[in-house]
RNA sequence: CGGAACGUAGCGCAGCCCGGUAGCGCACUACCUUGGGGUGGUAGGGGUCGCGGGUUCAAAUCCCGCCGUUCCGACCA
């Protein structure tokens, strides 16, 4: 391919919008361009390395006997309203204003109703079907380029089986393929124990790559193997627990306490025997929490301890009328009005407990959350922070933010109950058919990619993704020598079975030529000038380590072949 | 949805406070020059100054409204 005639506007400076290096150099790639908030298109440049993660990912479901299909992008509504998902999903689907469409921002529906008319006998289970296809979100905040965006490509997989062992055998195997997959696009990755959120399911893990543009955080100790999303993860830090003398609760004077802090500093209580006590409304059911001290409640966790995904804090008016107090003087007991009460865990049984008197300015102290209160759940709810003992180990923690590159849920029966797709076991019982659903982001691969291998000049594909494998540099291509030589290394690496883009540019300084060449970021970058060519030599760079190798003009296409396999077999 | 900033040529920006000819760099076109790290020069083409109102003799500039984009936060199956 000649670069004279191939489409890739590079641009010397940076879009001001652009701020995470993937965006940027995705943009002074050429590879995309940007239509509206979070709507990208994508360029010759992008789409070849897209085409090539989605290759990737095609033979790796292949090898785990998937079958890929197609489904439609436009939904009619009443399916999703069978599942409850439109009020799920809420603003963040599209929705067509002249028919009952919307826009799919996921498929379970759509494979549960095929499943439904088609998959009636165990016989017929299991079965992997899977999509890579445009998925459309209205994210209220599409941020940091392809990472997320309304409109982006998806790999989504189902798994339909018999029994909960096959659901179990199905998953394993996409962990697996998972793993090969991002291998193979050559990232740095980790798996952690996921939130099913609103999916619903009993199971997920999410995979990962730790970067600073992240949205998730993740907790986790290497030497223990403990690793979570934040949303789940958990410490075997200490409960509040009981102390030994257990008078009477008793009310006393606290007009300038309004935080945890200020009646440790004020009253010298220690922040284990305080009780901090939230509202939250879940589809507005008030609940009254308490946490441990100054833990912080994990939203993530309220919202799986109380089956929703829509909750929020109430707001001050909502507590003076449900508790009698404002924020800072709310605890168990004396309540205005009767509200539901959670706890987490870390409260269970303990005692001697300070927490507010519904009343301002007033709080209790020797609560005995046993005997004065009335809590009817403990669940774990706080969030974990860094340096606390994992709960497997009794490991330091660790928390880093990463990017959500792909995700496996046991879904379950939610779908087929919901949409009645039901089997025949080998009893002739009917039941409901146990479903997998597992996702990858195909831009975040992408993004992920260039996240991890990029420096100052550009970007340093990975020869399983890059656009081209090799970049042709020719210094003064004006030179009938050095065209010669590298129109000839231009078909003998193409019949190599490489990919190559040869700089043909007439008119262009070789200065400009290596800041594209850099810039583009092609695995090795073959130099040919007069420089070299008159010693019968021949410069090779590579481009992600820098190496600069001088070789005969005879060896160029074993020298590529070597250098290019080295960096297929490395390690990422 | 809360908070903030920005919107002037394809990209990066100045001009706006203090109203009066729309500018700079890059990119683009032509010619010359250079030829191993974004060569140097000469001459050009390209903009309803986001949109709509208002004030004024006169608005990129002042006022009001809207739209868009980005950042922080909320949200994110």
Redesign the pocket.
């Known amino acids: 391919m000649r670069l004279s005639r191939y489409f890739i506007p590079?641009?010397?400076?940076?879009?001001?919008?652009a701020?995470?290096p993937s965006h940027r150099l995705m943009l002074?790639a050429g590879m995309i361009r940007?239509l509206?908030?979070?709507i990208y298109s994508l360029l010759p440049m992008g789409y070849r390395v897209w085409k090539k993660v989605m290759e990737i990912i095609r033979e790796e479901m292949d090898a785990i006997e998937g079958m890929e299909l197609h489904l439609p992008a436009l939904n009619p509504k009443e399916i999703w309203e069978e599942t409850g998902?439109v009020e799920?999903?809420g603003d963040?689907m599209f929705h067509i204003s002249n028919r009952d469409l919307v826009l799919a921002?996921?498929h379970e529906e759509i494979i549960t109703h095929i499943a439904q008319a088609f998959v009636h006998s165990y016989k017929d289970m299991p079965q992997i079907w899977y999509q890579i296809q445009t998925?459309f979100?209205n994210?209220?905040?599409?941020?940091?380029g392809v990472i997320?965006s309304r409109q982006f490509l998806?790999k989504?997989a189902y798994s339909l089986d018999s029994s909960w062992e096959g659901l179990d055998e199905s998953y394993q195997k996409h962990y697996d393929a998972y793993c090969r997959i991002y291998s193979r696009c050559g990232l740095n990755y980790f798996v952690v124990g996921a939130s099913s959120?609103?999916?619903?399911g009993s199971g997920s893990q999410e995979f990962m790559v730790e970067s600073d543009a992240g949205?998730?955080l993740c907790a986790f100790n290497l030497e223990s193997g403990y690793a979570a999303n934040i949303e789940i993860a958990s410490s075997s830090i200490p409960k509040a627990g009981r102390v030994e003398e257990n008078p009477p609760a008793e009310k006393f004077d606290t007009p300038q306490a309004k935080s945890i802090n200020d009646l440790v500093e004020q009253f010298g209580i220690p922040e284990e025997r305080c009780a901090k006590a939230l509202v939250y409304f879940a589809d507005e059911t008030p609940y009254l929490i308490f946490m441990s001290g100054n833990d912080q409640l994990n939203?993530?966790k309220l919202?799986s301890a109380l089956g929703t995904?829509t909750i929020r804090p109430a707001h001050e008016e909502e507590l003076l009328a449900l508790t009698g107090a404002h924020g800072g003087s709310i605890g168990p007991v004396a309540l205005k009005t009767s509200v539901q009460q959670i706890a987490d865990t870390r409260l269970e049984h303990a005692n001697g407990m300070v927490s507010g008197a519904n009343e301002d300015g007033f709080h209790y102290r020797n609560l005995d959350l046993d005997r004065d209160a009335d809590i009817q759940r403990y669940v774990d709810l706080r969030t974990v922070l860094e340096g606390e003992p994992d709960p497997i180990g009794g490991q330091p923690l660790k928390v880093k933010k990463a990017i959500e590159v792909g995700?496996i849920f046991k879904l379950g029966t939610k779908y087929s109950e919901a949409l009645k797709a039901h089997f025949l076991d080998d009893q002739g019982k009917e039941h409901p058919i146990i479903m997998g659903?597992y996702?990858i982001?195909v831009e975040r691969i992408v993004a992920c990619h260039i996240e991890q291998r990029h420096d100052k000049?550009g970007i340093a594909w990975h020869p399983s993704i890059a656009p081209f494998h090799i970049h042709i540099t020719g210094?003064?291509v004006?030179s009938d020598m050095v065209a010669e030589h590298a129109g000839r290394f231009e078909k003998e690496l193409e019949d190599a079975g490489f990919e190559v883009l040869y700089d043909d540019r007439?008119?262009?300084?070789?200065?400009?030529k290596?800041?594209?060449?850099?810039?583009l970021g092609m695995p090795l970058n073959v130099?040919?000038?007069?420089?070299?060519?008159k010693d019968g030599n021949i410069?090779i760079?590579v481009r992600h380590n820098g190496e600069?190798h001088i070789v005969p003009v005879a060896d160029v296409v074993a020298t590529c072949r070597t250098l290019i396999d080295a960096m297929m077999n490395a390690e990422n």
Do not use: W, Y
């Open positions: 590079t641009l010397k400076e940076i879009p001001a919008e701020v995470i002074r940007g509206s908030s979070g998902r799920a999903f963040t921002p996921t998925k979100r994210e209220p905040r599409p941020k940091s997320r998806m989504d959120g609103a999916m619903g949205e998730d939203e993530a919202q995904n995700h659903s996702g982001g000049d210094v003064k004006e007439v008119g262009v300084s070789p200065g400009f290596f800041k594209d060449a850099d810039l130099i040919v000038g007069e420089k070299h060519l410069e760079k600069r």
